[in-house]
């Protein structure tokens, strides 16, 4: 059931409806007066009926009663008052802007009096028709103030049948001949529109058809549609609690039977209204009603679908997702399915067209006025109810048949794609320019993200768990949800159940299978699209950095992430052509967070194949292995991130052939770097505490140190000699503050150490190595980083006889 107005005042719940607050509905009676304000306001319009002179302090007494409305009472005597002034309109000469405010005092009377029979009623009526006799010059404002009065009559129970009937035909009348000049403003429109409605609701049913025929002839804005379709609702959910079978018969046959005149938005709303009034209802008795109301929507549907180029199909799109959004339960139909795909796309969500606006125009004053045009849109009516709009699509997805579903799949990921690359475009050129245009766009397009992650949801709930979907439908149906999220990954700015659920079913469908790997592998913007500004004519290539590319960058992350799901299915030739350019070009970005990314993708193909495999793949690891290192340690510590290359270099040494010489490069090129780190430091500081807490400068190189230390219990003993020669002369070339502390972590470790095989080695290699940081305290010996084992260490070391003891 509709649900009543919360005041005596239908107009008043019918502003509520499209506003965001009930303060906002209320404000143009937002004020109020005092009782002897209003106790004298009386007095004055006495004392102009006593002089017969109206005058502009009589006027202010009308409006100080009209502003008071909420809390005015009108009794019959003071009616009677206003009555007689009306009757003599025209000896007191009685402005314009007078007779709306009359109007309205009569009217909180008929709805503020009791319900009794009142020869006072019938004497209104009969002033009003004299009065419209003789007044030419009628405003829309004193003619929509008519209607609500000779509305709120009809609907009373005060007046006779007689001035009923001849109220409701002078509305009629009104609203059939000014029906184009009163819809002018949504003031005025709720005035008649309420009126309307409590005519629609009278006892009477002489002008039942007429009245709602008018009012499908109107051309509605968008808050004026809402109005009608609440307003519809109000007056069938009255016509059913009342069984008014001959109203119910009407509204069928008005569904059934729209005219070419009627305007097909207003159509759309009226049969909304109905659908809401009979699914409120709870009642299966009315399902014919239903039905065509339903059925009424499908045919303005289709023909949209159809002819979608024509003017004015963007606001009926509008009406038709707004009335879906608000009509409450909606069987599936093919034709609605395919407009709230459009409407979600096109019209809650424009962003190609703010996109192509701001692309056309490169100067701060246009871009103001589309900044203007997103601001508006964001508080319109129509993005407001998204998520209402999103559920009544992914309902009606939900019942489609697999071609329908198709068909909208693909609008919804064909436009996952051009947000991306109009997003990138806009906010290359917009960047330290235009940043609240940029701001006020990524709120919509944050918006559209969450449709587009509910709408993926039901994709895969609804087709990749269905019987009748063939395996190979079902993996490119995933593929197509990994590109769109990766196309949107920019926006997400929060961590979503429906998203880690929808790319948890579709990864299932990917990693399992070869080709889809490759396939999803091969849609990674390519190397050279990367690093270049393909296609972005408003921008200069030379001035194009693709660090700076945030909405790229967050794509090729989502890549990264779901890399390592699927990258025992994956060629090695494939991930050389095609993942490692990017790994290692992202693997030098500025952001720690992008470059963590990377180093797991590396991480993930070391440590794949753990079966036997094919010579390629083992090949190709060693090979990213030399690359990796430079790549990482050249960064270090300004750019790579620590926790990243340590898993990495881990993964080489557990993961690449024992003996191989990437290992041994990996071992050399840390040594190296730590040296150079180190011989930085030491050239600007003396021998102090900074080497014994290693703190502030050598924590970077502290962490590489601590990795060598690491290492000692994780290469194959193949390297581990190495690994020991290497450290030692790097240990012994430190500050002795540092050596301390040093062979203090390595006495602990190996201490703590229950590898029976290492333990005696390295127990023999520290006492070896303590004694010739003693010896050597009093020289400093070569700190040339190109010689990291001179002849005087390695003999030194080789009296431990380590080779032999390993």
Not at 356 to 369: I, M, R, S, Y
Request: aromatic fraction near 8%; charged fraction near 20%.
């Amino acid at each position: 059931m509709a649900k009543q107005p919360q005041s005596f005042f239908l107009e008043e719940w019918l502003r509520s409806i499209v506003s965001s607050s009930k303060n906002n509905s209320l404000s143009s009676h937002s004020s109020s007066s005092s009782a002897q304000a209003i106790i004298q306001a009386w007095a004055h319009l006495r004392e102009s009926l006593q002089h017969q002179s109206f005058q502009s302090s009589h006027l202010q007494a009308l409006k100080t009663l009209v502003n008071s409305q909420f809390s005015l009472h009108v009794a019959d005597p003071q009616a009677k008052l206003l009555i007689s002034i009306l009757a003599s309109h025209i000896s007191l000469s009685i402005p314009n802007e007078s007779y709306p405010l009359f109007l309205r005092l009569l009217y909180i009377w008929v709805r503020k009096s009791r319900q009794t029979k009142s020869p006072v009623v019938d004497s209104a009526i009969e002033t009003l028709l004299s009065l419209f006799s003789q007044q030419s010059n009628k405003s829309s404002l004193f003619l929509s103030e008519a209607i609500l009065f000779l509305g709120a009559i009809s609907f009373q129970s005060s007046a006779s049948e007689k001035s009923k009937s001849i109220g409701l035909e002078l509305l009629c009348k009104i609203l059939k001949e000014e029906y184009k000049f009163i819809f002018l403003t949504d003031e005025q429109a709720s005035i008649a529109l309420a009126g309307a409605g409590y005519a629609l609701s009278s006892s009477l049913s002489i002008c039942f058809q007429r009245i709602l025929d008018i009012l499908l002839r109107v051309q509605y804005g968008i808050s004026q549609g809402l109005m009608l379709l609440h307003l519809i609702e109000w007056v069938v959910s009255n016509s059913l609690n009342l069984r008014s079978l001959d109203k119910i018969d009407i509204l069928k046959e008005l569904l059934e039977n729209v005219e070419h005149n009627h305007s097909s938005c207003a159509v759309v709303m009226f049969a909304a209204g109905v659908l809401r009034s009979v699914n409120r209802s709870g009642s299966s008795g009315f399902m014919h009603i239903k039905n065509h109301a339903e059925e009424r929507i499908e045919i303005v549907a289709r023909n949209l679908v159809v002819s979608r180029t024509e003017p004015g199909v963007n606001l009926l799109l509008q009406f038709i997702a707004l009335a879906l959004s608000r009509s409450g339960s909606v069987s599936h139909r093919d034709p609605l399915l395919m407009s709230l795909a459009l409407a979600l796309l096109t019209e809650v969500f424009p962003l190609q067209g703010f996109y192509n606006k701001v692309l056309k125009c490169n100067d701060e004053k246009n871009w103001a006025t589309v900044l203007d045009e997103i601001n508006k849109h964001l508080s319109s009516f129509i993005f407001k109810d998204a998520g209402a709009i999103t559920g009544v699509f992914c309902n009606q997805y939900a019942s489609a048949d697999e071609d329908s579903r198709s068909r909208v799949e693909n609008l919804v990921w064909d436009y996952c794609r051009d947000v991306y690359s109009g997003h990138r475009q806009i906010r290359l050129m917009l960047v330290g320019r235009a940043d609240n245009l940029i701001k006020e766009i990524e709120k919509m397009a944050e918006s559209a993200f969450l449709m587009v992650v509910v709408f993926a949801l039901g994709v895969t709930k609804h087709r990749l768990n269905s019987m009748k979907v063939n395996g190979e439908t079902k993996v490119e149906i995933s593929l197509r949800i990994l590109v769109s999220f990766s196309c949107l990954e920019y926006f997400r700015r929060m961590r979503l159940p429906e998203y880690m659920d929808t790319i948890r079913a579709v990864i299932v469908s990917v990693q399992e299978n070869e080709s889809a790997c490759v396939a999803y592998i091969e849609s990674i913007p390519s190397y050279d699209d990367l690093i270049s500004n393909h296609g972005f004519s408003n921008m200069p290539k030379s001035e194009y950095l693709w660090s700076t590319d945030e909405v790229q960058t967050a794509r090729v992350i989502f890549y990264m992430r779901v890399i390592p799901t699927c990258v025992e299915q994956l060629p090695a030739s494939v991930f050389k052509k095609v993942v490692a350019p990017t790994m290692f070009l992202y693997m030098g970005h500025p952001d720690g967070k992008v470059a963590r990314y990377t180093h797991s993708v590396f991480v993930a193909f070391i440590s794949s194949g753990k079966d036997p495999t094919s010579d390629e793949r083992v090949l190709l690891k060693e090979q990213l292995v030399f690359y990796y290192l430079q790549r990482s340690l050249e960064g270090y510590p300004e750019i790579t991130p620590f926790e990243g290359m340590a898993s990495g270099v881990v993964s080489i040494v557990r993961h690449v052939p024992a003996g191989s010489p990437a290992i041994f490069c990996c071992i050399h090129s840390l040594v190296e770097k730590a040296i150079s780190l180190c011989n930085t430091i030491s050239s600007r500081h003396d021998d102090s505490d900074l080497w014994r807490n290693w703190d502030g400068e050598l924590e970077s190189c502290k962490k590489l140190l601590d990795l060598l230390l690491r290492l000692l219990t994780l290469v194959d003993i193949q390297a581990l000699p190495t690994l020991m020669k290497l450290l030692a002369h790097l240990i012994i070339e430190l500050p002795i503050n540092g050596q301390n502390s040093l062979l203090n972590q390595l006495y602990q470790q190996i201490a703590d150490s229950d590898d029976v095989i290492r333990k005696p080695a390295l127990v023999s290699w520290v006492q070896s190595l303590s004694y010739l940081c003693s010896q050597g305290t009093d020289k400093k010996r070569s700190k040339n980083a190109g010689d990291i084992l001179p002849d005087r260490t390695a003999s030194s070391i080789s009296l431990n006889s380590i080779n032999a003891r390993l």
